[in-house]
């Protein structure tokens, strides 16, 4: 069974370009997350997916953070534009839904990371 | 809000025993996970605790205390490989969506 997988593994990028992160949960799993880790600090919350729709985006920082999740299959993050502290490791994880209640585990890809130069 | 606070690194010899600790402070717990990451990896889901007291993997045990807000990840024998950064999270019961609020990871180091 595949895993989490995202796309692209590494992204250098100007400041004020435009980037695209994918990710593709494993098939099935309903529930899909993003997560970021800036400079080695703690892994933090951006959003949460429950099949095509937006159950949480309380994480996001800011309006230039844009996340898709059409037909409730992968899912893509923009950012636009880029600025300098968007650098770090983007996490996606995903997980089943087990009649509403919470599963315990979550699966995650290895990450893009970003760099803003 | 919610925190999470866990040492930043821990430093240990091959065949060794290490406890890593978590503290939290949160507005509502469901459970406590701990994840493993290896440089460049993906976080690997280790143990899950809901319920005071120790859970037990091969030679990865977790530990709850809800009324003290604190866990542990104990390591045994440990291995070279076992060298990661180790993250607690809590799953927050008031969160319809479950997501994991983390701590800043641990980075254990096992020598030789």
């Known amino acids: 069974e595949a895993g989490v997988t995202q796309f692209p593994s590494h992204s250098v990028i100007e400041k004020g370009q435009t980037v695209t992160l994918r990710c593709d949960p494993i098939s099935g799993h309903d529930n899909l997350y993003w997560y970021r880790r800036v400079m080695g600090k703690e892994i933090k919350f951006l959003l949460h997916?429950?099949?095509?729709?937006?159950?949480?985006e309380s994480g996001m920082p800011n309006n230039r953070f844009l996340a898709e999740r059409t037909g409730g299959t992968y899912s893509t993050l923009k950012v636009q534009p880029a600025e300098l502290e968007d650098s770090g490791v983007y996490f996606c994880?995903?997980?089943?839904?087990?009649?509403?209640?919470?599963?315990?585990?979550?699966?995650f890809g290895q990450g893009t990371r970003l760099t803003v130069v | 809000g919610q925190s999470l606070e866990q040492p930043s690194e821990v430093t240990a010899v091959e065949g060794a025993i290490v406890q890593i600790n978590c503290t939290y402070q949160t507005s509502g717990f469901y459970g406590l996970s701990w994840y493993q990451q290896h440089d460049g990896g993906a976080p690997t889901f280790l143990s899950y605790n809901a319920l005071d007291g120790l859970e037990e993997t091969g030679r990865f045990s977790s530990f709850l205390s809800r009324s003290d807000s604190y866990g542990y990840l104990l390591l045994q024998e440990l291995q070279m490989k076992d060298s990661a950064s180790y993250f607690c999270a809590v799953r927050d019961q008031a969160s319809a969506g479950n997501m994991l609020t983390f701590g800043g990871g641990t980075r254990l180091m096992v020598k030789p």
């Open positions: 997916f429950v099949k095509e729709s937006k159950q949480d």
């Open positions: 994880a995903s997980s089943q839904d087990l009649e509403g209640r919470a599963n315990t585990e979550a699966f």
